[in-house]
């Protein structure tokens, strides 16, 4: 009977258990290897579709905004070439109804705060029907204080009041107010008092007209992830 080399059989032992160990550590490895790098391609690939989807948004709404932008640009060319602006005036004459439709809209509601220009605009109201004359404009200048209300992302309208008091007959005074309706810019009269006679009348009144700040433009930038 032969007798057994037990030495050399735990040897082949230990030899196939180093081997197997070494072979499970490498196919663990690979395994977790392969699965972190799967989880790093699905991600990627989920943050590159988002990306395409926002760019492609994105690239509509571009399109989008052009064509409403040259639609505009059509629109805003005929409306100030117009022989005759949108108050009856003459697109490029000078006088107190005079201008194209542009200056007329930009003139019913500036976007800043200027009371020397609502005077002057109150003089050439007055001074051009005949028998009118005034006899002061008063009110605040708040330029100061609204010179930080210039622009806004929310734009309202400010007040801006005023007194003013003119001297003419019936007829005249008539056709100030008459004036003050149909002005470009708005006008709204708190009160009003007249006195006197019909060929001498005083009116004295208490209004107020408005600005509104620009409206501001911001472009954003979205971050994906």
Excluded: W
């Excluded at 490895?29 to 790093?40: D, G, H, N, P, R």
């Excluded at 905004?65 to 060319?77: I, P, Q, V």
């Excluded at 005759?84 to 542009?102: E, H, L, R, W």
């Amino acid at each position: 009977m032969a007798k057994t080399d037990y030495t050399s059989v735990r040897g082949l032992i230990d030899k196939t258990n180093t081997t197997v160990v070494v072979v499970t550590s490498i196919a663990a490895f690979v395994t977790i290897f392969c699965l972190v790098a799967s989880k790093t391609f699905i991600s990627q690939a989920a943050y590159q579709s988002r990306v395409l989807t926002a760019k492609n948004k994105a690239v509509t709404q571009l399109k989008s905004d052009l064509a409403a932008s040259n639609e505009l640009n059509t629109s805003y060319k005929a409306f100030v070439g117009q022989d005759k602006n949108i108050i009856g005036g003459n697109a490029t004459g000078t006088g107190p109804q005079d201008g194209n439709n542009a200056k007329i809209i930009l003139d019913a509601l500036p976007s800043s705060y200027d009371f020397p220009a609502l005077a002057t605009t109150l003089e050439k109201l007055t001074t051009q029907i005949p028998g009118l004359s005034i006899n002061n404009i008063t009110g605040t200048d708040d330029e100061v204080n609204q010179s930080d209300n210039t622009v806004s992302a929310t734009p309202k309208p400010v007040e801006m009041p005023f007194q003013l008091s003119v001297t003419g007959d019936y007829n005249a005074i008539q056709q100030l107010i008459d004036r003050f309706e149909h002005s470009i810019r708005p006008f709204q009269i708190q009160t009003m008092n007249i006195s006197g006679d019909q060929g001498n009348l005083t009116m004295n009144l208490t209004a107020q007209t408005f600005y509104q700040p620009a409206k501001t433009f911001n472009i954003s930038t979205k971050e994906i992830k």
